[in-house]
């Protein structure tokens, strides 16, 4: 069973559909890539999923059952975790202190019921987690404001991998770094299976599309137009179906 | 500070990881330095400044602006400004005082609550003209009330002071315990709170990181409003403080006191490494800021210089501090350079 489908999601934003009834399914342990061009429709689809925007019609539906995705926090509680472009990453904290915004652990007894957070065991789990998903970060406690911008996103990205229980969402992760640095977020991303959850990844370099995605889908004028395994050989076909000249099945 | 000075010239200069790092420590110990060089500079020119009884006057004498600076901090942390605290002040040794001549209940417990409630009351209003009401910038309804906490404060008091305070409230004001006056325990007290709030509790991480970035903590579910909202409380709370330690040393409610307590308070916070931006700044370095203050005041007060140029010293001082934050900021844009650079 997919862990996520959605089924018919259209929404309107006053004269222009961003999303005509469009359908697609996440299988466990998959990553898909969602492609298009500008104004084809992914963002909608993503802010949907992450609850930042709510659907006109249609149904999402996780592990079979349909949910209503109205906020972040619903999102999150669903076990989505959304990466977008900014990251939202918090410069005046290290990586423990990003990993846990918002959902601080608190010590056991009368200190934690008045809020007092459990320092020790946060850091302890982080490294624990960085070291799991191979990550490597300036020493343990370095503000993520010094970070160059492969960390940042490595950052933005462990942490959702670590915290998003069935799915990750990443827009564009690789758009703002070089070679190297996109190479250590890739493998990121082709690993987050292992680790238990499916991916829907946006990006516009077909490359990198092709070294992580198990399958790629394709949005244009915010209708489903078709899909593909991604390779060097379906690579002229995808680029196809992006920009609308190819024969669509 | 020359050897500040060269590492952060090394930091800029080469660009190396270990200069800008050394460079960045120096700027964080920076406002520490520069208490520690006044110190030594006062305790070199005058022979009374290191005795008990001029700290003991020193510390009495900066506790109401030690409050004040505590609870700016917090406001300056999410990037906002509290320009009303020393209205506000005003106005609770005046509606103190306004309690107290109805009778003198509860051995003065409920002058001290009327005191520190009328702080709290304006704060919480702060907080929802601004977030409620949309306003764009803390300033204007801080503006607002230091305003109309003043006017108000005048008016209840008809422009005169009000003399007369229970005795629970001039103990807070100018009492000791043993040798340790009761102003100095109260900002000790406070400050160990706000301490433990900025450091150790879940609502303190709120805040620094809404002050850090509030769309991605909104987007993580942090609850921006409140966090802001609640920060301006703490602001007021620390205004009903500082009225309750100067009602207490006036002996009276004072509707003139505290003015322009607001900008000395946000400059010691400023002066302590705080950070207009947001985000940054701590309660020890905002007490440094203070000490800074009480430092050159009393310092100067000792050297029998012109009171005038204390003004000049501590504008000098804020520019400085402003500018080695600025100065912070262009030193890590060049850490994640060369981070980038190295990966």
Partial sequence: ?249 | MSTAGTAIQRGLGTGSEQGLNLALRVIRVGPALILALLAVIMILASPFFLTGDNLSNLAVQVAPLACLAIGQLFVILVGGIDLSVGSVLALCTVTGATAYGWGDFGGGIITVAVIILTGVAVGLLNGVMLVKGRMPHAFIPTLATLNAARGLALLISDGAPMPGMPSIVTTAGAGELGPIPVPLLIVAGFGLVAYLLATRLQWGRWIYLVGADKEAARRLGIPVDRVIISVFVISGFAAGLAGLITAGRTDAGYPSAGQLDELAAISAVIIGGASFFGGRGSVGGALVGVLIFGVINNGLNLLNVNVYIQLIAIGVIVVVAVELDVLRRRLEERFRTLRGSED
Avoid at chain 1, 81 to 86: A, H, I, K, R, S
Avoid at chain 1, 129 to 136: A, G, S
């Fill in chain 1, 1 to 249: 069973m997919p862990v996520l489908e959605v089924d018919g999601l259209s929404k309107r934003f006053g004269a222009t559909t961003a999303l005509r009834d469009v359908s697609l399914a996440l299988n466990e342990g998959e990553v898909l890539a969602l492609l298009g061009d500008n104004g084809a429709g992914k963002s909608t689809l993503i802010k949907i999923l992450s609850g930042v925007v709510q659907a006109d019609a249609g149904e999402v539906r996780i592990d079979g059952d349909a949910v209503s995705i109205d906020s972040p926090k619903r999102a999150r509680e669903l076990g989505i975790e959304t990466v977008y472009q900014d990251l939202a990453l918090f410069d005046n904290t290290d990586a423990t202190g990003n990993f846990y915004a918002g959902r601080e652990r608190k010590r056991n007894g009368i200190l934690g019921a008045l809020g007092w957070v459990d320092d020790g065991g946060m850091r302890k789990e982080t490294a624990e987690l960085l070291d799991r998903l191979q990550v490597n970060l300036p020493k343990n406690g370095a503000e993520v404001g010094l970070m160059s911008g492969g960390q940042r996103q490595a950052v933005a990205c462990a942490r959702a991998i670590a915290f998003g229980e069935r799915i990750v969402i990443l827009d564009e992760p690789t758009s703002a770094l070089g070679a190297r640095e996109a190479g250590n977020v890739l493998r990121l991303i082709k690993e987050a299976p292992e680790h238990g959850v499916a991916v829907i990844v946006i990006s516009h370099n077909m490359e990198h599309v092709i070294e992580v995605a198990d399958r790629a889908v394709v949005l244009r004028q915010g209708r489903y137009v078709g899909e593909e395994r991604p390779s060097e050989e379906t690579q002229e076909q995808l680029v196809g179906m992006i920009v609308g000249s190819a024969k669509e099945e």
